[in-house]
Every structure is written in C-alpha cells, then in structure tokens.
T-cell receptor, first 114, second 115 residues
Framework: DTAVSQTPKYLVTQMGNDKSIKCEQN?????MYWYKQDSKKFLKIMFSYNNKELIINETVPNRFSPKSPDKAHLNLHINSLELGDSAVYFCASNGGAGSRETQYFGPGTRLLVL | AQKITQTQPGMFVQEKEAVTLDCTYD???????LFWYKQPSSGEMIFLIYQGSYDEQNATEGRYSLNFQKARKSANLVISASQLGDSAMYFC????????????FGAGTTVTVRA
C-alpha cells in the first residue's frame, strides 16, 4: 500500500564511509526527487529525475550521486560522508511537471554521521 | 529572495479551537500552485491541501481550509476544531514554472494543541 517508500529509515555511520539510500514509488509517477531537511527543519531540493533522466541538480557536492534504474526508483549514493551530511533525506514523487501536481513524500531517512 | 515566508515559528492553540497559520509568497508567475504539508514528530511529510493560482474558490479538505488572498500573495491555512493530533510542524510550499516547478518551502510553523 505504501506510496513512496525509503530504506533504510535510520542510518548511523562513520565519517568517510560511503552509503546509499533507496527510494521506490508505486504511484506510477514520472518524476522523483530528493530533498534534504537540516537540523533547523529547512527543506531544500537536491535532485529531480523525470522518467530516469536528471532534470534538476541543485548545488549539491558531487559526493552525492543519484541513480534512477527505472522511473519507479531513485536511489541516492553518498561518498566520503561528512559530519555536515547529517540530516533527514526525503524522497518524493509526482505525476508531472505542472504547478498543480502534488508531491508525495516518503517517510524520510535519518542519517547521522559520527 | 525568500519565496515562501512563514512568520510564526510556533503557536499554541486550545483543543477544539481554530488556528490560522500564515503564509506569504513571492512570484511573478501567473500560474502557480500552493501547498501545505504537515510534519508530525514522527517525521513524515503529509500533504494536506492544494490551492491553484487560478482557482476562484478557497480550497477545503475536511478541517483544513486555505484562505487564499491572491492580491496580497497570502495563502493562510486554517485548521478548525483543533485536535491533539494536530500538534506538528506545518510547511507552506509553492510550485511555479519559472522555478522549473521545484517545490519551494517556507521555514515552517510548529503548532502545539493544548488539552
């Protein structure tokens, strides 16, 4: 039943490690996103994919690399993790690019870098 | 420039009363969408309500209604008959074509419902 799912829900790791977060949506949406929510709860878009193609890439360090194997999946790989990467990462999806399209969010992945 | 401004960092409301959360936005697009999301302490982002810039009627969804004043560029969320479960952070957001339809969020307002 879950519309947008993410794994893992919690991720605790050491500085310098490489980790991945997976996202899947079963809504049949074409567009998927990654957002970062910092400690002050501010939400900022990182990436957007439309039908497996990258369409938005905000000024995110290139240690972050999204990968979309198909339009239902958008994974986020992070290399050489830093303390400042600690945040909640949300995956989201919507059906199209119009201003009317509602984005639905996954449950979030809480990343803590020690 | 900030696209979405939520000026109330935190609010308290008595159970069963109504509460209004302020949101003002900045855009020069004619067509845009305004959204409100709820984030409870469990952390998920829950879509509440949508208002299109061309919609003539204010949006309503159950106990949620949106007070849309286009000329003032405001899209305030009204929660009627507050319940304890309404305690959460609420985010106003906007999508506009000139911003590649990216969802721009405000800083959020924390609502605490008191019994």
């Amino acid at each position: 039943d879950t519309a947008v799912s993410q794994t893992p829900k919690y991720l605790v790791t050491q500085m310098g490690n490489d980790k991945s977060i997976k996202c899947e949506q079963n809504l049949g949406h074409d567009t998927m996103y990654w957002y970062k929510q910092d400690s002050k709860k501010f939400l900022k878009i990182m990436f957007s994919y439309n039908n497996k193609e990258l369409i938005i890439n905000e000024t995110v360090p290139n240690r972050f690399s999204p990968k979309s194997p198909d339009k239902a999946h958008l994974n986020l790989h992070i290399n050489s993790l830093e303390l400042g990467d600690s945040a909640v990462y949300f995956c989201a999806s919507n059906g199209g690019a119009g201003s009317r399209e509602t984005q639905y969010f996954g449950p979030g992945t809480r990343l803590l870098v020690l | 420039a900030q696209k979405i401004t939520q000026t109330q960092p935190g609010m308290f409301v008595q159970e069963k009363e109504a509460v209004t959360l302020d949101c003002t936005y900045d855009t020069s697009d004619q067509s845009y969408g305004l959204f409100w999301y709820k984030q409870p302490s469990s952390g998920e982002m829950i879509f509440l309500i949508y208002q299109g810039s061309y919609d003539e009627q204010n949006a309503t969804e159950g106990r949620y209604s949106l007070n849309f004043q286009k000329a003032r560029k405001s899209a305030n969320l009204v929660i009627s008959a507050s319940q304890l479960g309404d305690s959460a952070m609420y985010f106003c957001a906007m999508r506009e074509e000139s911003n590649d339809y990216k969802l721009s969020f405000g800083a959020g307002t924390t609502v605490t419902v008191r019994a």
